[in-house]
């Protein structure tokens, strides 16, 4: 893996939608971008090896043949509608009556497909250990004080994921997540030029290429995705990141959510009984 210094500059779009670019680093290999100035990981950019294909290619598969996508499901916090599906858990939306956390309904109706993801969340914890344990363990000590076990996917501080099909997403922070934690971003591609990841206060795009692992502060890091250029109707490139959302944070074990939830639907209840 190469280690390549980058130094961070004040930036604000001016444009989200504009086309992004920066110096193209990692468009086949694994690199990490140090801080020139604090000397912490920025990003890792992993590569998988032959350990982890045959899940690729079954995940690949699910995505394109096996689940439905529709433009807008599943809208990020942050306010971008594009093609993706949620995963893992959802918080609570009192403006959809759902008053505590729940499957996602990716995760509900798909069991292969939810055990897939969730493998894929500990190869990415393992990269995320590996190749930035200070920034892993800072993580960790930030959702282990704030999550409660039974939110995490297969028991690693995540809880939640989305899966974006051929998106080019303006820049954007994840604002949705808790505060510093990371985000971990596996790619599959094919028949796909560009779509890189682009980090513009560091002026570095990472390449993304198929099978890599991106591990990044997506909350506190600006980024967006550079144009795609796509060679025919079959070509495709799903991005799948892992985060932990802030909604989560706070609320009890999934006893009580349930606990609570049959409170809220007496209560409901009975408010529709005294009005009538």
């Known amino acids: 893996m190469r280690t390549i210094e980058v130094r961070r500059v004040a930036w604000r779009p001016e444009n989200p939608n504009r086309d992004k670019a920066g110096e193209l680093l990692g468009p086949t290999d694994a690199v990490k971008l140090i801080d020139a100035d604090t000397g912490g990981v920025v990003a890792v950019q992993h590569l998988l090896g032959d350990e982890a294909l045959d899940d690729q290619r079954?995940?690949?598969?699910?995505?394109?043949?096996g689940i439905k996508w529709d433009a807008g499901s599943g809208a990020r916090l942050s306010g971008i509608a594009a093609t993706n599906r949620a995963f893992g858990f959802l918080e609570p939306r009192p403006l959809r009556q759902q008053w505590v956390?729940?499957?996602?309904a990716l995760s509900r109706d798909h069991a292969?497909?939810?055990?897939?993801?969730?493998?894929f969340a500990n190869v990415c914890w393992s990269v995320f250990v590996d190749h930035a344990p200070k920034e892993a363990e800072q993580h960790l000590g930030l959702v282990s004080d704030s999550v409660h076990p039974d939110w995490l996917l297969a028991g690693v501080p995540w809880t939640s994921?989305?899966?974006?099909?051929?998106?080019?997403l303006p820049y954007h922070r994840d604002s949705g997540n808790v505060k510093n934690a990371w985000s971990?971003?596996?790619t599959l591609r094919e028949?796909?030029?560009?779509?890189?990841?682009?980090?513009?206060?560091?002026d570095?795009?990472?390449?993304?290429p198929n099978g890599s692992i991106v591990i990044f502060n997506g909350q506190d890091v600006w980024h967006g995705v550079t144009p795609i250029e796509s060679s025919g109707p079959r070509s495709y490139r799903f991005t799948l990141v892992w985060y932990t959302?802030?909604?989560?944070?706070g609320k009890g074990s999934a006893k009580e959510e349930i606990e609570r939830a049959r409170r809220r639907r007496t209560e409901i209840e009975t408010e529709s009984l005294v009005d009538s």
């Open 245 to 249: 959302k802030a909604g989560i944070a």
């Open 101 to 104: 956390v729940s499957r996602s």
């Open 58 to 65: 079954l995940l690949a598969r699910w995505l394109r043949l």
């Open 191 to 202: 028949g796909v030029g560009g779509g890189g990841l682009h980090l513009p206060e560091y």
């Open 161 to 168: 994921g989305i899966i974006n099909h051929t998106n080019v």
């Open 204 to 208: 570095a795009t990472l390449g993304t």
């Open 184 to 186: 971990a971003m596996l």
């Open 112 to 119: 292969e497909l939810d055990a897939i993801l969730r493998r």
